[in-house]
């Protein structure tokens, strides 16, 4: 009753006051209140004020530049070392030294973000209004209902409609009246939104004392029929979609992988360098796209595919000079060349550094690989991601062709299985290991073209991979393609199922965890080298 | 049975304890700031650190250049111990935090009532000290047991611990996890009671460092002088064999790695207080590669090798983030390549082949033979 009281308060406070009624200083001292929960509702009562200054005190309330001057009495906003007042908007000049911003936690700050997020219903912008409009989605401030009435009625853009509806469909589930708690949650069976799900989903559980979240029976139905028919349209697409995005980061671990399943898995070298061939490969991605923007405008949808000999041929090229200047010193020394080759990554990331900055620096996605598929529920398939997944398969299936079926390709295996009867046969083994390392280290260029397309591109970017890579050739086990192949695809789709139960951080340390205790029942990996060499 | 140490390298320890424990504090608190010969509160604390590193490294050399096990995950155990001490530090600050909780700030900030379990007792200083041994040391057993029991060695091995650590990390980073997250503990006010930045507790932090490091190289050159010590170094050389010998090599390895993790984790819990802050960070991988350079460069299969290096590769970075940052990673990278190629057996086995090249004089047996090369395939 009090709240439907206090509703009706707000809805007359917007009739009847004029629009140059200006803020109750008063109204913003509660702020500073050691109890977080008067300080939340002082901002609720700010934010239904709907006042120009409120956007920005409560702006300088979460960025804690806020705070209280004269003993309490007076809110002051400092920026730069100068006050204004919070209320009025007038200068103050420079701030005290003994000035001190009131500090805000989590739980206020959330709060803070949805107020601000209602006020920003009014900008003129759409892509703002939307954006404002789905923050609102997860709020539980049911006092800023009127103001999304309001928005709702104002509002012109069917999309930012559509959103906004849904949002004051969940916010209505606070109010006190069990019929229109019903309503609101037969409304909401039209949203797709994931956070909906969890809004319904806590309605019709119980809390830990046994008893309903939601106390009215009609509700309960309501909502676990809304429910119902939200899984039942999304469910299909979102096992899809989890399958899409597993194969998607599997064809991404592939492709880091490849390259170190062949110099690690055929050679034996543990190259802790590889995560940077990576880089290099992204980065002279980047360098194409330069060149192709300054000389070569009309075809610059095209740089990618430009870019993909580029890449192989730089790093393939680095690769080689690196085995010959250094790592065939340290055959039969695995532990040695380990260190060597993190030596070399260092240097690398550091001349990377040198050479473009520390920044990331921007490639962009040509014309055919942006956008991409829309689904039903919202989800959207991108290009880019799809390409990879082919360009893998391509790659993946090259390295076979090369492996198998060429002349190269059988004095890698010979020298692989037996060094010293290769050689006696006539085999160069030095040529082979060169060329073989070469080839890796190519590869691993050719990686970084493809996640040059999806990610951020830095010096550091190798480092990112470079444990998820040697996890996926550990597991997969050495000198087997198809083990590694099975790896990364299997580890991507663990990690992508995993996701939406644990969160990405959780999933990537449960997938690490996995593969300790993998490796624990099968040291081998996945696919053993049976014979002699097994015992590497 | 060899001599624990030669006397004359027993005068040469009491001499470094001697500077350690009275000269050094002396000319720290005794003499005024405008002394020349007066130690700064910056040349202590950087000190205490460098020795905390130095057990690190030594405890790395026990289990990679005694034992032929290259660990990538012993940063690992070197931030837990800080982090079991760092809980008890957090609990000291009592109500003196931003929020004047009796919680630590951050679990204010995540809007948590009441402590976790796992942080029950720890404003207990004994309870404390008892985690900061335990927990390093049960993982260490359990991820030993499993890893050795299951034969992985070599490259694997340093791979798997090298998940490890970043799998902790990744783990750490994470609020709810109830370490603090990406700012990990922090603004640490005392220890015991007594303010923790007052020259007497940084001097008496320090003093323990030494004392410990100077004990953990007794122990160390107890254990490889020992015959578990020939056996270590046998398994590095000819682990197959020893096993047909009758041996039971894991035992030895899991003994070795344990006190190895033990030893890591106590330096931990000394340097956090030293230098006010453990986060996450500390668990990197690329940081538990850097101790087995600091290993690497003084020279492994020696004792005072892998000291002289932490302070080394970490005076030089001290001198070079200031002087030249950018050069900072160049100058490690080219560590790391040019020690592995050209000294194998880093500063110690220079100094030993200089030696040996002296006329008039034999060469010095202490230094042990090269390194074994490790049979692949």
Known sequence: MFQTLRLLAFALAFLVAPAWAALDPASVLPLADEDPDVRIEAIRKLTATQEPRVADILGALSNESLGLIDDGRRAVIVADGRMTDAVTGAALGAAPASFEPLMVNNRLRGEIDAALAALKL????????????????????EGLLPIVQQAIDKETDPEVKGVLELSAASLALRNPDPALRAKAAADLARSNDPQVRQVLSALVGKGSDGTYAEP?????????????????????????????TGL?????????????????????????????????????????????????????????????????????????????????????????????????????????????????????????????????????????????????LLVLAAV????????????????????????????????????????????????????????????????????????VVVLGGVGQLAGTVIAAFGLGSIAKFLEPLSGAVLAKIMVLVFIILFIQKRPQGLFALKGRSAEA | MTRLFTPKAWTAIFAVAAVLVVLLPTLHLALPESHPLHVSSFWITLLGKFMCYAVVALAMDLIWGYTGILSLGQGLFF????????????????????????????????????????????????WALVLVVAVPGLLALAFGFFAFRSRIKGVYFSIITQALTYAAMLAFFRNDMGFGGNNGFTDFKRILGMPITSPEMRTALFVLSGLYLLGALVVARWIVTSKMGRVLTAIRDQESRLMFLGYRTRSYKLVIWTIAAVMSGIAGALYVPQVGIINPGEMSPANSIEIAIWAAVGGRGTLVGPILGAFAVNGAKTWFTVAYPELWLYFLGLLFVLVTLFLPRGLAGLAATVRARLPGRPAAKDVQAPVAQEVVS
């Open chain 1, 400 to 471: 076979w062709l090369l492996i198998n079926r060429t002349r190269t390709g059988l004095f890698v295996r010979g020298v692989t299985q037996n060094r010293a009867m290769a050689s006696c046969t006539g085999v160069p083994t030095h040529r082979v290991d060169m060329l073989t390392f070469g080839l890796g280290s190519g590869v691993a260029g050719l990686g970084g073209v493809a996640l040059s397309q999806i990610g951020n591109v830095g010096p550091d970017l190798g480092q990112a991979y470079i444990v998820d890579s040697f996890m």
């Open chain 1, 216 to 244: 009215d029976e009609r509700v309960r139905t309501a909502a676990q029929l809304s429910l119902a028919e939200i899984n039942r349209r999304l469910f299909s697409t979102e096992i899809g979609l989890a399958a899409f």
């Open chain 1, 122 to 141: 009014a900008s003129p912008d759409a892509a703002t209004r939307l954006a404002a409009a789905r923050a609102l989605q997860g709020s539980d401030n």
């Open chain 1, 248 to 392: 998607s980061l599997g064809s991404i671990l592939l492709l880091a992988a490849l390259g170190l399943a062949i110099t690690y898995g055929l050679m034996g070298i543990i190259n802790m360098a590889h995560g940077e061939f990576l880089m290099i490969g992204a980065y002279t991605t980047y360098l194409t796209q330069g060149v192709f923007r300054q000389y070569l405008p009309a075809a610059f949808d095209w740089y990618v595919v430009a870019a993909l000999p580029a890449a192989f041929i730089v790093t393939a090229v680095i690769g080689m000079a690196l085995e010959r200047g250094v790592l065939r010193w340290l055959y039969g020394r695995p532990l040695e060349t380990l260190l060597t080759t993190w030596g070399v990554s260092l240097l690398l990331i550091q001349a990377c550094r040198s050479l473009f900055g520390a920044q990331n620096v921007e490639v962009e996605n040509p014309a055919w690989l942006s956008g991409g598929i829309a689904i039903s529920g919202g989800y959207v398939i991108p290009f880019n991601r799809i390409a990879i997944i082919v360009f893998a």
């Open chain 2, 79 to 126: 931030a837990l111990g800080g982090y079991a001490f760092g809980m008890y530090l957090m609990r000291q600050i009592g109500r003196d935090g931003v929020y004047k909780s009796d919680l630590p700030d951050f679990m204010v900030f995540l809007d948590w009532k009441e402590l976790p379990w796992y942080w029950v007792g720890t404003d207990s200083f004994l």
